[in-house]
């Protein structure tokens, strides 16, 4: 290959390990997630709740890296299954408020498990898992200080 395009081998570039790992990494969860009865991404979502008790669209959204009409379905599925509500907000009726049900909240009990299994899933030593949780988060705030 001529060295000019050196710049496009998949090899050199950043993003494709990031691409790659990442599904891995959403694959290794599909297992235990099932027995939730959640996705990954339903999986984030009552991470924010489980820490905040409730929420707002907009709170979700900058959680999550989300933008709003890929949040929207994964609301509805998870107020579907029952493990949250949602409801319009007192002093703001364009916001969209969401709570857990007492489902949602039992529901994080039978999640605990799900860190501590994962953690098992890869070959980090804690330095390592540090390091690279560092720099993933040193390019996600670059982006959302932009």
Not at 2 to 31: G, H, W
Not at 53 to 65: F, M, R
Not at 74 to 94: P, Q, V
Request: glycine share 2%; charged share 30%; net charge neutral.
């Amino acid at each position: 290959m001529d060295n000019k395009y050196e710049a496009l081998r998949l090899k050199n570039q950043i993003c494709f390990p990031i691409y790659a790992v990442s599904n891995m990494i959403t694959r290794k969860y599909k297992p235990y997630l099932d027995k939730l009865d959640l996705t990954y991404t339903q999986y984030i979502v009552m991470m924010v709740l489980w820490e905040h008790g409730q929420a707002n669209e907009k709170l979700l959204c900058k959680s999550l890296c989300l933008k709003s009409n890929t949040l929207t379905p994964l609301l509805k599925k998870l107020e579907d299954k029952g493990y949250i509500e949602k409801s319009k907000d007192a002093y703001d009726e364009r916001n969209l408020v969401i709570t857990l049900t007492e489902t949602g909240k039992e529901l994080q009990d039978k999640a605990l498990s799900v860190p501590e299994c994962m953690a098992k899933e890869f070959q980090l030593t804690p330095e390592e898992a540090k390091s690279l949780y560092q720099v993933l988060y040193k390019l996600l705030d670059e982006e959302n200080n932009k």
